[in-house]
């Protein structure tokens, strides 16, 4: 059973771009999570999602950033006008099931570098 | 507001020797709480988990304490070993926080050969 797969592992663009972040949950999960993590400090929830669903964004920026989860393929974190404050490592967490004490599945993250 | 935090951010130890990393907790209704180990370009690998109406949970090597009076966490590792080095980060939630994970500051542990 792969686990939580995410890429590009790192992503470099330049100040204006869009940066498109793509997680796949591990198999028989349906309930994805985006963290943000800057460098030498701890994982900050972005947003959590099911399929066709946003549950809870309280931890999105307001503009720039969205998150969707598709019926089919991948969940994506999209970044649009990159700044250099979004150089960061995005991490995807996805769980089988809704609250019940289930433990989140972390993907290896990509990094992102705004130059 | 309410987070979770850290007392030490670096933790440094002999191999062989047990570690202690704590962690303070300042949401009273946080309930299930996790310890976290994240190896340098990696994502976080679950190490053990503990629920609210337990005060001590072992796992392999790895035992997990929590007191509830002073809201404090700590993870203590036993015979610890190179491959332990790594930044522990403890997480807490709660069924009025939904599914989302509010993470610590983070420890840094190295061992020492």
């Known amino acids: 059973n792969a686990g939580v797969m995410q890429n590009p592992r790192h992503l470099v663009r330049r100040r204006g771009q869009e940066a498109r972040l793509r997680c796949s949950p591990m198999k028989g999960h349906s309930h994805v999570y985006w963290y943000r993590q800057l460098p030498e400090e701890g994982l900050k929830f972005m947003v959590y999602l099911q399929k066709e669903n946003i549950i809870d964004e309280s931890g999105m920026p307001k503009e720039r950033f969205s998150a969707e989860f598709p019926k089919e393929g991948p969940s994506i974190l999209r970044i649009q006008q990159v700044v250099r404050g979004d150089s960061a490592a995005y991490f995807c967490?996805?769980?089988?099931?809704?609250?019940?004490?289930?433990?989140?599945?972390f993907g290896p993250g990509t990094r992102l570098t705004v130059l | 507001g309410e987070s979770v935090g850290l007392h030490l951010p670096t933790l440094s130890v002999q191999e062989g020797d047990n570690s202690i990393i704590n962690c303070a907790y300042s949401n009273s209704a946080s309930d299930y709480f996790i310890w976290y180990k994240q190896e340098s370009g990696k994502g976080p690998q679950f190490i053990i988990d503990?629920?609210?109406?337990?005060d001590k949970r072992q796992g392999q090597r790895v035992t997990v304490l929590l007191n509830k009076t002073v809201k404090h966490l700590s993870l203590q590792i036993a015979a610890t070993q190179p491959g332990d080095s790594a930044v522990y980060f403890c997480?807490?939630?709660?069924?009025?926080?939904?599914?989302?994970?509010?993470f610590g500051g983070g420890t840094r542990l190295m061992v020492k050969p």
């Open positions: 997480a807490e939630t709660g069924y009025n926080a939904g599914n989302m994970l509010t």
């Open positions: 503990i629920r609210s109406n337990m």
């Open positions: 967490a996805s769980s089988p099931l809704d609250w019940s004490y289930n433990e989140q599945f």
